[in-house]
T-cell receptor, first 114, second 117 residues
Framework: SQKIEQNSEALNIQEGKTATLTCNYT??????LQWYRQDPGRGPVFLLL?????KEKRKERLKVTFDTTLKQSLFHITASQPADSATYLC?????????????FGQGTTLQVKP | DAGVTQSPTHLIKTRGQQVTLRCSPK?????VSWYQQALGQGPQFIFQ???????QRGNFPDRFSGHQFPNYSSELNVNALLLGDSALYLC????????????????FGAGSRLTVL
């Protein structure tokens, strides 16, 4: 069955360092992959989308890579700040034939210490 | 511009009861999806509604049903509640045209926290 795995342990880093989060998947061929941020008691907030034919996407301090051969995405936050502390979710989706459903990983909690 | 609004924010029910959760999508969005998020887990897709019809459904039993109204708002109904139904129920909205182009970017509400005793 389809499976998405993110680092189950919380990631603790020092302010100013680069945080790298991993998303691995099996038994799935996504057309795109997304990253969301979720704060306690809130719904997820969309951050970035990367398509299967793209290798890398950037937005301000965020960078996402997508390797369909390794079936892996890496999510980087450079110059991390305490305000970046949250749970980060990766989500996979297919094209128009299966547009409604996103499959989410369990999320990785990032803690940035001042 | 209001985002996705959900009600109630918290509720407590007992086993066997029924619950209705409500969602108003972001202004201009026409598609509503519902997700269930258990503690410490990622959201799981329940179903999606467009033009008042269920377009797609995840692996949830028939106890979970929904409805979309002409103004695009939506309800999620769960019958015969089980302890395992305790979770955060998230509503997400989007544009169908974006879905069909493969850019299924969701705007989530804050969720309804359901506790079943």
């Amino acid at each position: 069955s389809q499976k998405i795995e993110q680092n189950s342990e919380a990631l603790n880093i020092q302010e100013g360092k680069t945080a790298t989060l991993t998303c691995n998947y099996t038994n799935y061929s996504p057309a795109y992959l997304q990253w969301y941020r979720q704060d306690p008691g809130r719904g997820p907030v969309f951050l970035l989308l990367i398509r299967e034919n793209e290798k890398e996407k950037r937005k301000e301090r965020l960078k996402v890579t997508f390797d369909t051969t390794l079936k892996q995405s890496l999510f980087h936050i450079t110059a991390s700040q305490p305000a970046d502390s949250a749970t980060y979710l990766c989500a996979l989706g297919r094209g128009s034939s299966n547009t409604g459903k996103l499959i989410f990983g369990q999320g990785t909690t990032l803690q940035v210490k001042p | 511009d209001a985002g996705v609004t959900q009600s109630p924010t918290h509720l407590i029910k007992t086993r066997g009861q029924q619950v209705t959760l409500r969602c108003s999508p972001k202004s201009g969005h026409d598609t509503v999806s519902w997700y269930q998020q258990a503690l410490g887990q990622g959201p799981q897709f329940i179903f999606q509604y467009y033009e008042e019809e269920e377009r797609q459904r995840g692996n949830f039993p028939d106890r979970f049903s929904g409805h979309q109204f002409p103004n695009y708002s939506s309800e999620l109904n769960v019958n015969a509640l089980l302890l395992g139904d305790s979770a955060l129920y998230l509503c997400a909205s989007s544009f169908l045209s974006n879905l069909n182009s493969g850019a299924n970017v969701l705007t989530f509400g804050a969720g309804s926290r359901l506790t079943v005793l």
